[in-house]
């Protein structure tokens, strides 16, 4: 049982016992690498504090939710064009690659056309110059309860985090309110088996939301939906059937035929029956489309869109990309902005002679592909021997158009230190590693809203950054020391 109060004058050792006793158990369903079993204890090092950010990081952090929201809008604008024959033809042909028929169709729905992700989170990593590099944006978010649940946790200890104690699920609830065009709104968060991962901190989240009194949200599996003619409804534990106003969809859509009553939940969104969000356009979750806002030849487009100060920020922060495309070119044409040895390179393969000092380079699947989320599928080109990077480019050229790869720049993140509590020993000890940062972003309507910030600092010889039994995870918060 943990403890309900915390002493003013507590040492870091308290704070970290603090943690540990009071952070919900199970926010995330982990196993146990020697047992083999399910655990529900906090599975990552717990910082002593919440991870320290100059106040001038938080307020360009906070900015960036306007531009990401905008960038959606734009993206959905010229896929729309493209595939009416009033854009080049690629851009849809890149982000429809690997996908049925089914999906493009759903896509392209009168009733989606407007909508974009309502919840945001781009994968910042902090880099030696102070700025910071967006390697990655996920529409489809894990971590919002295990975010709230840390801050809400962290607040009791006096520390005030980005967004607050309830940052988290009071911008949801405000983005669920303005979906459903209701304040209070029914919320069915439908989480599968796929994903059930996730569903301990969706919990925690739906009960928040509920005792914050903002929305009357609940977790459900999809053989709990109950579908009508006039409306959804969800069954809930205690035998209930809540008409529902919005359905929140943490399923991916390359899993949709694994999903029951998939077919009945998106025939009631097309119809207007109920809300979903995020929309089911999975020409919107592809990380090629880093590769098409630096495309050149499609730079006025964007410009268009977007107006000259958003796109220049973007590409500023987008890391360079281009799609693993092996279709041949003209003899006199290379691939933009790529050149290996110092010359221009017109075949992928020409990149395997790269020294590995010189393989600045991820390489990774776009989308569309149970391998394209949690770094599954993500290769460090400069961590590979000779052998294994050959693989991996010939392994990306051999998928190509059934699981399109991308190419990216690999950009380093600057090294940080931060004090974690050792239950081992019962002591504070200090890593050095590297930090990715995770912001929240909630739209609703025209506003986008900053609801917290997850820092994750692994060791500093790793080279991919996730929440891995030996990095250290906690809420961001303000401070003039901070990076």
Known sequence: ??????????????????????????????????????????????????????????????????????????????YTRSTRGSAPGFIAEYLDAGKPESILKLARQNRFKSDIPQVIRPDLILTEDGGYI??????????????????????????????????????????????????????AIVVSDESGDYRNELRWLAQRMRDLDVAEAFVVMPHDIVFTEEALFARLEDGREEKIDVLYR????????????????????????????????????????????HHPALAALWKKELGDEIFARLLSIFPQTWVIDPRPLPPQAAIIGLRAGGLPVSDWMALEALGKSERDYVVKPSGFSELAWGSRGVRVANDLTKEQWHDALANAVAMYPR???????????RRVSVDYYDRSSDTVKTMDGRVRLCPYYFVSGDETRLGGILATVAPADKRLIHGMSDAIMAPCAAHEAGA
């Open 1 to 78: 049982m943990g403890s309900t109060s915390f002493a003013p004058n507590a040492t870091a050792a308290d704070r970290g016992r603090f943690l540990v006793e009071n952070l919900p158990s199970g926010l995330f369903r982990t196993v146990d690498a020697v047992a083999g079993e399910a655990q529900t204890t906090v599975a990552w090092r717990v910082a002593v504090e919440p991870f320290r950010l100059a106040p001038a990081t938080i307020e360009k952090i906070a900015s960036l939710g306007p531009p990401l929201a905008a960038f959606y809008r734009a993206l959905s604008a010229l």
């Open 134 to 187: 967006a390697s990655e944006l996920d529409s489809v978010p894990g971590g919002m309860g295990f975010v709230g649940a840390m801050a809400h946790t962290y607040g009791r200890m006096g520390f005030t985090t980005v967004g607050e104690a309830d940052g988290m699920a009071s911008g949801f609830a405000a983005m669920l309110a303005a979906t459903a065009q209701k304040p209070r709104p029914v919320v």
């Open 250 to 293: 943490n399923f991916e859509l390359f899993d949709l035929l694994n999903i029951p009553k998939q077919e009945l939940m998106l025939y009631a969104a097309r119809h207007n029956r109920v809300k979903m969000t995020p929309p089911p356009k999975a020409q919107l979750e592809e990380k090629s489309t880093f590769a098409l806002l």
């Open 403 to 413: 699981t399109p790869h991308i190419l990216q720049r690999f950009h380093k993140g």
